[in-house]
């Protein structure tokens, strides 16, 4: 893995964020998950919980009763969680969150004279069953969270929602609001959030801190890119800094939105004018344009071991253009349609 900065298990990032890393580092993680407290103090919004390491519990509890910020000991720690997704490095956490929050209101001396609030949980639905956060959920005690009016132990985002977060009584009611943009394209339910205080939008695994990001759906993921450029425009909602699910802060934050998006239309049409060429007869490839010949025009510079990989993307290109009836799949060759 690249050596990449070093960055704190907790971290003040601004008057109302604070940064606790899920002590998973790895290839695809980077320095770990980012997970963020939202507030000026209790009860907080927490956005991610890491995958369940156990070091993790200790410096969110760090942050948590933190003895520089005000604390309400009638509220609980935290009172709403929010998932951006359904990977298991950004979920898989809850259980022993919950667990600590639990801990952490009956250790409180005097012992509170109100009783204990659980979080909500809040995720966008996805569009069909996952059975890995499906389990995760059943596996949640009873009592550890506040389920919907009807019972349900989630409670469903969409699009435009906003959430209340804790600030002073001096911000301005417009700013005391997180908003739910829903960017699918890495997942189905992937979503980022605007944070007016800030002027931040915090991006989860669509925008990473660095390096690029992974997605399941080119198309969807393209189109996600531009509606958060175009979210942007809006003075009402501007924003400047990036909050990623993976890696530092990006200050710049929209140059780096719109850098995801220009790479991803220079590989376009890098697979475009490939396709416009005779179909390959040298390096072994005389079968048409299939996606190994194509990758061997595009990465001809690169070692041949990242060409492995590269297809991956390259293919998941293709697919989009099938979809957007440019390209048409043909077995194995992918040739231009014609229009």
């Known amino acids: ?13 601004s008057k109302t964020v604070t940064r606790v890393l899920g002590q998973n580092p790895g290839k695809f993680t980077l320095q770990g998950t980012n997970t963020y407290l939202l507030g000026e103090r209790n009860p907080y ?26 604390h309400n000991a009638a509220e609980p720690y935290i009172s709403d969680i929010i998932l951006t997704h359904r990977h298991h490095d950004h979920t898989e956490g809850l259980p022993s969150v919950l667990t600590l929050l639990r801990k952490l209101w009956n250790a409180q001396q ?44 989630v409670h469903d985002l969409s699009d435009s929602d906003t959430l209340p977060v804790t600030l002073t009584s001096t911000t301005p009611e417009s700013n005391s609001s997180l908003h739910i943009i829903h960017t699918p394209g890495h997942t189905p339910d992937s979503l980022c ?34 509606k958060i450029i175009d979210y942007a425009n809006d003075p009402s909602h501007a924003y ?38 005779d179909s390959p007869v040298e390096g072994g490839f005389d079968q048409g344009w299939t996606t190994e010949a194509i990758v061997a025009v595009i990465y001809a510079k690169y070692p041949k071991e990242l060409w492995g990989p590269a297809a991956h993307s390259v293919e998941l290109h293709l697919k989009k253009l099938v979809g957007d009836g440019v390209v048409e799949q043909n077995g194995s060759v992918w040739e231009l349609t014609n229009q």
């Open 1 to 13: 893995m690249e050596a990449l900065e070093a960055l704190p298990s907790v971290a003040r990032l």
């Open 45 to 70: 919004i927490l956005v991610d919980t890491g995958e369940g390491r156990d070091d993790y519990v200790p410096y969110l509890q760090e942050a948590l009763v933190d003895a520089s910020r005000e």
């Open 110 to 153: 005097p012992p509170p004279t109100t009783p204990y609030r659980p979080p909500r949980l809040h995720k966008l639905p996805l569009p069909t069953p996952d059975s890995r956060f499906d389990s995760l959920i059943e596996r949640l005690e009873p009592g550890s969270f506040t389920p919907t009016a009807s019972g349900a132990p």
């Open 193 to 226: 959030i605007y944070y007016p205080p800030d002027r931040a939008l915090f991006t989860a695994d669509t925008v990473l801190g660095h390096g690029t990001s992974v997605f399941e759906d080119l198309g969807q993921y393209m189109s996600s890119l531009r």
């Open 240 to 277: 400047s800094t990036v909050y990623p699910g993976h890696g530092p802060v990006v200050p710049e934050g929209l140059v780096k939105v719109q850098t995801y998006l220009k790479h991803r239309v220079e590989r376009e049409e890098q697979v475009l004018r490939v396709l416009r060429q």
